[in-house]
Antibody, heavy 113, light 110 residues
Framework: QVQLVQSGAEVKKPGASVKVSCKAS????????MHWVRQAPGQGLEWMGL????????SYAQKFQGRVTMTRDTSTSTVYMELSSLRSEDTAMYYC??????WGQGTRVTVSS | QSALTQPASVSGSPGQSITISCTGT?????????VSWYQHHPHRAPKLMIY???KRPSGVSSRFSGSKSDNTASLTISGLQTEDEAHYYC??????????FGGGTKLTVL
């Protein structure tokens, strides 16, 4: 069965970077673009960007341009999302997802001094 | 890109039907038949309920249906059940950024 398994919770200080992983299984990794979506406390879902696992090409939401980097490792069927220059407003649950409707379990990132 | 517009909350009694609207623009909902709807319970990953505007994934109850008119997509839930109480988000493909979400609607089953 399709599974997207994300890395564990992170606590970071303002200004630091965080790198979240998402390991895919149960389907051909290069078939679906991988999207990243976040939800801040009390807020709605927010699309951050996507990566094409086949080519490695990316597309980022304007809001995150310059701060987010998405990469992939085809040998392990894993995608990564790195967010830099963290601020308190980046405290959120981060999800990876594919358009077929499968989502990771979420990774909580807390930014606090 | 701007978020799609959803009502903040809707409510209904068990057995009733409710409809949640999702208003976008000609750059997203109005042009592409690529609206999806997600059900989101606290502390769980969102669950896909409708994709490509009207299609239900395997395992999703036929009580959930989707439609679209011009720049507005809608999710209808018939025969409301208590377990339907959750947040619902619409999501559309957009020409200026592949996905755009609505702000979310809290459904309360009274």
């Amino acid at each position: 069965q399709v599974q997207l398994v994300q890395s564990g919770a992170e606590v970071k200080k303002p200004g630091a970077s965080v790198k979240v992983s998402c390991k895919a299984s149960g389907y051909m990794f290069i078939t679906y673009y991988m999207h990243w979506v976040r939800q801040a406390p009390g807020q709605g879902l927010e699309w951050m960007g996507l990566i094409n696992p086949n080519s490695g090409s990316t597309s980022y939401a304007q809001k995150f341009q310059g701060r987010v980097t998405m990469t992939r490792d085809t040998s392990t069927s894993t995608v990564y999302m790195e967010l830099s220059s963290l601020r308190s407003e980046d405290t959120a649950m981060y999800y990876c997802a594919i358009v077929a409707g499968y989502w990771g379990q979420g990774t909580r990132v807390t930014v606090s001094s | 890109q701007s978020a799609l517009t959803q009502p903040a909350s809707v409510s209904g009694s068990p057995g009733q039907s409710i409809t949640i609207s999702c208003t976008g623009t000609s750059s997203d909902v109005g042009t592409y038949n690529l609206v999806s709807w997600y059900q989101h319970h606290p502390h769980r990953a969102p669950k896909l309920m409708i994709y490509e505007g009207t299609k239900r994934p395997s395992g999703v109850s036929s009580r959930f249906s989707g439609s679209k008119s011009d720049n507005t997509a809608s999710l209808t839930i018939s025969g409301l059940q208590t377990e339907d109480e959750a947040h619902y988000y619409c999501c559309s493909y957009a020409s200026n950024g592949p996905w755009v979400f609505g702000g979310g609607t809290k459904l309360t089953v009274l």
